[in-house]
């Protein structure tokens, strides 16, 4: 075995190897292009040669990876995302200047040699032989544009970028083989082109455009003298030449490039010696990668669209080929986003919570009859430092938000309509107590719930006491009034015409069958809510959200299809505008009146979850619906005795803290606008009860015996369920913690306001 000589260099047997080596390679070339003989190399070459024309004649190019540009429904820019930074441009945008320094530099006999410079590698092999070392290569630009075809096909895959660039003898004749094939079929200029495009500069730019934008805040095409020879010398060892790094080394190399564009007559002398004497002359724009750099707030719904795009079929039949096509980027997403709509939700966001309370909100504005998302924004920005977060609140988990927060009472509208859907009168009287157990047994989907452990609920205060009708006790946000609905109807009519209407477990689990359900203990979202509430504006019907208009592959302008909100029926017309007149009630004699708007028709319904973890506003006009959510997202911090946006609140209610943003957020969005009426129908107000028998005007409907404290109420199933006020301690009902795990089935209370 050959031994290092004393000075550390190869032995004599081991130049020998090397120069063998890289003689065979030349051997290899002159038999790929039908020299007929290799002579002295012998059956070693003639091996190499066979396996040279072994390989596939077809160089496999990917797309190159390039920016996506994510704009609002205007065409403004929200966000640049990208894996690589990379604007393709063609070699006429491209300074002739940069063009003659990458040659000068890379492959000064570029336009004498054919794919492979012979002359050139034996050069080099015999002064890395004589170097002991490899002190020059031999590649082309061809052979470069193939190697960086390979690590770009590899992508972000470590082990594949290795192979793509380890110095082997077989990864040259590769390389050697399929660069053969571009010159025949691209031609020189071609080449050049896709060099420049492809090739890395540093600092994240991939391509001569994104470098010239990144180290001078110009374009290829304006690129001078100085900047081009900087650029054309980083692409050696971007890392040592790097500019902003190390600007000593970076001006050593720029002048190193002047002088062999010098040496080769691209310029005289005397332009490179004052160009040598120059400074850099950088003008560095910072790179704005990602959805964190997304304008007015829109980070988090930047971020939704990713996951749309990586979640849906339409853009690839897996997921792995959803990420290798948004990865590869090239691609313009117009999106839903309205800009004034989303300036409108900061603008109220900002206004009433700040980022560094205690709780934050999460605020989502859509369109009815469309699914358009306008807008969507919370408290605590798009980010990974103090009082940031990349968890959209907004969304369910699988969308990148979280588990969800309980709805509280803005659930009771689904149970209205469910009720209405199924025949029951907007009349409906119910003895409403302050508090009660809850009925059993009561139907579900699969069977009955029974209250096992005897589970109560009551009213936010005392002074809500029935009997009373829907509309009121909506106002109001009643309890006891709507756990008595749904113990009539039964639960599956109400699980039913929630998932009809889009409402699903922010956690992806199913709804629970419990009479819970009705008072909101379900863990949702905004963007759920507001869509849910959209479909009463839209007279019925239901449209499943959408974030996405139309994308186009931003080089060749082919539209890719995107998917579009689909809208059925969930419930008649007249159902609808039933549920606009409830909730118009809440707006303007009820619990909402801080969120009504003055100059149009609005509806909605507040919502305080049990021991106050979160407060809702989710509320609608003709053309728009929003929903916001105020609280802790890690659900430990109750909403008493706290300061929120500077204001203290010894009780946070859906009405004093939701509404507000809830009103700021939609008066900017639809200034400047008229919105329709929203159709409505006559609910006839129950007769009062006059001689304190509990007898409302539907007689029959409900007794009740005012001496004892104990009511019976007569559903419309047939079951007569008791409840006695003065067993309960109002303190039993559970649901400050995600009671809808249904352990009781019962457990779970809405504060109502």
Request: aromatic content about 6%; hydrophobic content about 35%; charged content about 20%.
């Amino acid at each position: 075995m050959g031994q290092k000589r004393s000075g550390g260099g190869l032995t004599t047997a081991q130049q020998a190897a090397k120069f063998l080596g890289v003689s065979v390679m030349a051997g290899v070339v002159l038999a790929g292009i039908a020299v007929p003989a290799v002579g002295a190399l012998g059956l070693s070459a003639k091996g190499t040669a066979s396996e040279f024309d072994s390989l596939p004649g077809e160089l496999k190019s990917p797309p190159l990876s390039q920016s996506t540009q994510i704009l609002d429904s205007k065409g403004g820019l929200i966000a640049t995302v990208y894996s690589r930074d990379r604007k393709v441009v063609a070699l006429d945008d491209i300074n002739k200047t940069m063009q003659q320094a990458i040659v000068a530099i890379e492959d000064s006999r570029y336009y004498e040699h054919g794919a492979i410079d012979v002359k050139g590698i034996l050069r080099a092999a015999n002064k890395n032989a004589q170097s002991s070392g490899v002190s020059e290569g031999a590649s082309t630009l061809t052979q470069q544009l193939v190697k960086n075809v390979f690590i770009e096909e590899a992508g972000d895959d470590a082990t594949k970028v290795a192979q793509a660039t380890q110095q082997t003898l077989g990864r040259k004749i590769k390389e050697m083989k399929y660069a053969i094939q571009l010159e025949k079929e691209l031609g020189k200029k071609k080449i050049l082109q896709n060099y420049l495009n492809i090739t890395f500069f540093g600092e994240q730019a991939y391509g001569v455009e994104s470098a010239a934008k990144r180290y001078f805040s110009t374009t290829a095409k304006k690129l001078t003298l100085t900047q081009s020879a900087l650029l054309a010398g980083i692409v050696q060892s971007p890392s040592v030449y790097d500019p902003v790094n190390d600007p000593q080394e970076a001006i050593k190399r720029r002048n190193v490039v002047l002088q062999r564009m010098a040496d080769v007559k691209n310029i005289t002398q005397a332009e490179a010696d004052a160009a040598k004497k120059k400074p850099l002359g950088l003008k560095i724009t910072t790179p704005k990668n990602g959805c964190i750099t997304a304008v007015s707030g829109a980070g988090f719904f930047c971020d939704y669209v990713r996951e749309i795009f990586l979640n849906d079929s339409t853009f690839g039949k897996t997921r792995a080929a959803r990420y290798q096509r948004w990865d590869r980027g090239g691609l313009t997403i117009r999106t839903t986003l309205s800009p004034k709509a989303q300036a409108s939700v900061q603008s109220a966001i900002s206004s009433h919570v700040y980022a560094s309370d205690d709780v934050a909100t999460a605020v989502t504005l859509v369109q009815p009859g469309t699914g358009k998302i306008l807008a969507m924004g919370q408290s605590r920005a798009y980010g990974i430092g103090k009082n940031e977060t990349t968890i959209n609140y907004s969304v369910n988990r699988n969308r990148g938000g979280g588990a969800g927060y309980q709805p509280g009472s803005t659930f009771k509208p689904i149970t209205a309509a469910a009720a209405i859907e199924q025949g029951t009168s907007a009349s409906q009287v119910y003895a409403s107590p302050y508090e009660m157990n809850y009925p059993s047994p009561v139907s579900t989907c699969n069977g009955t719930w029974t209250n096992q452990e005897g589970s109560t609920v009551s009213n936010e205060s005392k002074s809500e006491v029935g009997p009373m009708g829907m509309k009121e006790a909506t106002a109001k946000s009643v309890n006891t009034y709507y756990v008595q609905l749904i113990s009539d109807i039964g639960i599956c009519p109400v699980t039913r015409m929630a998932t009809s209407m889009g409402i699903q477990r922010a956690d992806g689990k199913k709804l629970s069958q419990v009479p819970s359900i009705t008072l909101g203990t379900q863990e949702v979202t905004p963007l759920t809510m507001a869509n849910a509430y959209a479909t009463f504006a839209n007279g019925g019907v239901y449209c499943s959200p959408t974030a996405i208009e139309s994308i186009t592959v931003t080089q060749t302008g082919k539209k890719l299809a995107v998917p579009k909100s689909k809208c059925e029926r969930a419930m008649s017309e007249k159902t609808a505008a039933t549920l606009n007149t409830l909730l118009k009630g809440v707006v303007e004699d009820g619990t909402g009146q801080q969120a009504g708007l003055d100059d149009r028709d609005s509806a909605g319904k507040t919502g305080t979850t049990d021991s106050r973890y979160a407060a809702w506003f989710v509320g609608y006009t003709s053309d728009l619906a929003g929903a916001v959510w105020v609280g802790d997202p890690q659900h430990s911090r109750k909403m008493i005795n706290i300061t929120i946006g500077g204001v203290y609140h010894a009780k946070v209610f859906g009405a004093d803290t939701p509404g507000p943003i809830w009103k700021a957020a939609m008066t900017g969005a639809l200034s400047g606008t008229t919105s329709d009426n929203l159709p409505t129908v006559a609910i006839q107000d129950p007769q009062k009860d006059n001689n304190g028998d509990g007898n409302g005007d539907n007689k029959g409907t409900t007794t009740g015996d005012t001496t004892t404290g104990t009511t019976s109420t007569t559903g419309l199933l047939g079951g007569i369920f008791d409840t006695t006020g003065s067993t309960s301690t109002g303190n039993t009902s559970t649901g400050s913690t995600g009671s809808s795990n249904g352990r009781s089935g019962g457990n779970g209370n809405s504060n109502g306001g």
